[in-house]
C-alpha cells in the first residue's frame, strides 16, 4: 500500500466517525427535547394544580379565623361558667391544679 491509498482510507475513516458522532448527537438532542417537553407540561399541570389549591385554600381561610374566634369566645364563656359556678374559695384549689399539669 502506497502512502496516498492510507491517508485516502484515514479520511474516509474519519468522515464515518464524524457522520456517526453527528448522528448520536442528533439522538440525545432529540431525547433532551422530549424530556423538555414532557417537564414543560408536568410544570403546568402542577402550576394549575397550584392555583387550585390557592382558590381553596382562599375559600377556607376565612372560615378558619370564624371558628378561631368562635373558639376564644367559647374559651372565655367556659373559663367564666366555671369560675362562677366554683365560686371564689375554689379558685385557689384551680390555680394549684393548673401549676402541677
Not at 394549575?48 to 381561610?61: F, G, N, P, Q, W
Not at 379565623?65 to 372565655?76: N, R
Amino acid at each position: 500500500m502506497n502512502p496516498s491509498s492510507i491517508a485516502l482510507w484515514l479520511t474516509v475513516l474519519g468522515t464515518a466517525c464524524w457522520v456517526v458522532c453527528f448522528w448520536w448527537m442528533y439522538r440525545i438532542s432529540k431525547k433532551q427535547n422530549s424530556l423538555l417537553d414532557r417537564l414543560g407540561e408536568q410544570g403546568k399541570r402542577i402550576e394549575k394544580l397550584s392555583r387550585i389549591e390557592h382558590d381553596l385554600i382562599k375559600e377556607v381561610y376565612p372560615q378558619v379565623s370564624e371558628i378561631k374566634e368562635g373558639m376564644v369566645e367559647m374559651i372565655a364563656a367556659v373559663k367564666e361558667n366555671t369560675e362562677s359556678n366554683n365560686g371564689p374559695a375554689a379558685a385557689p384549689a384551680q390555680a394549684a391544679a393548673r401549676r402541677k399539669a
